[in-house]
């Protein structure tokens, strides 16, 4: 079985001050990663997503994330934030070649403060 | 990105009566879809899975007679909540993806429905 743990639930970040975010994540094989975010009463926007090759991946809107496979992590982080990054924040995972559903976590609401 | 859209994005519906969403692939087969649901400040939990042509697979703990799923087609798969109650009330999100396993699925909008 694949899971997911975002282990806060709130991160509350200053404008203009790096942010992380953080993901675990436990999968037979070679994982398949992503990232999401979700406004208030939106649906899911793909942010990057960790498939093969470099660890360090870089995606939409400045964020990137880093594949870390001895520490089953793939936090998100940005170097300096902005308010209208506060929104719901998804880590996903499947494994590679397993059905395609995705497993979610459990959120972190990102606040940025101005 | 490919384009998933997801209709109606707000229904407001009585007790008792069905509800249709859909969910439809704009520029690319869908040969699967996935419907999740997810409550106020928590995580999207998969209700089922859809393939194309044939009968949806279930989540353990999901209704199949209540919560009506097709395929019809490879861009249109429809959600029917049916008998619906105030429990049923949530957000519901469509995902698909094509014939190439990207590793990627396309998300819909989401609905909210709210049951009277």
């Known amino acids: 079985a694949q899971s997911v743990a975002q282990p806060e639930d709130q991160v509350n970040v200053a404008e203009g001050n790096p942010l992380t975010v953080k993901c675990t994540y436990s999968?037979?094989?070679?994982?398949?990663l992503f990232w999401y975010v979700q406004y208030p009463n939106r649906g899911l926007q793909f942010l990057l997503k960790y498939i093969t090759g470099d660890n360090l991946v870089k995606g939409s809107y400045g964020f990137e994330a880093e594949f870390n496979k001895s520490q089953t992590s793939f936090h998100l982080k940005k170097p300096s934030a902005l308010v209208s990054d506060s929104a719901l924040y998804f880590c996903a995972v499947r494994g590679a070649g397993s059905a395609r559903q995705l497993t979610f976590g459990s959120g972190t609401q990102l606040t940025v403060l101005p | 990105g490919a384009v998933v859209s997801q209709h109606p994005s707000w229904v407001i519906c009585k007790s008792g009566t069905s509800v249709k969403i859909e969910c439809r692939s704009l520029?690319?087969?869908?040969?699967?879809m996935f419907w999740y649901r997810q409550f106020p400040k928590q995580s999207l939990m998969l209700m089922a899975t859809?393939?194309?042509?044939?009968?949806?697979?279930?989540e353990q703990g999901v209704e199949k007679d209540k919560f009506l799923i097709n395929h019809a087609s490879l861009t249109l798969s429809t959600l029917t909540v049916t008998s619906a109650h105030p429990e049923d009330s949530s957000f519901y999100i469509c995902s698909a993806t094509g014939q190439q396993d990207t590793g990627e699925l396309f998300f819909g909008e989401g609905s909210r429905l709210t049951v009277l």
């Open positions: 520029d690319f087969q869908a040969t699967t």
């Open positions: 999968v037979s094989g070679n994982p398949y």
């Open positions: 859809s393939n194309e042509g044939s009968k949806a697979t279930y």
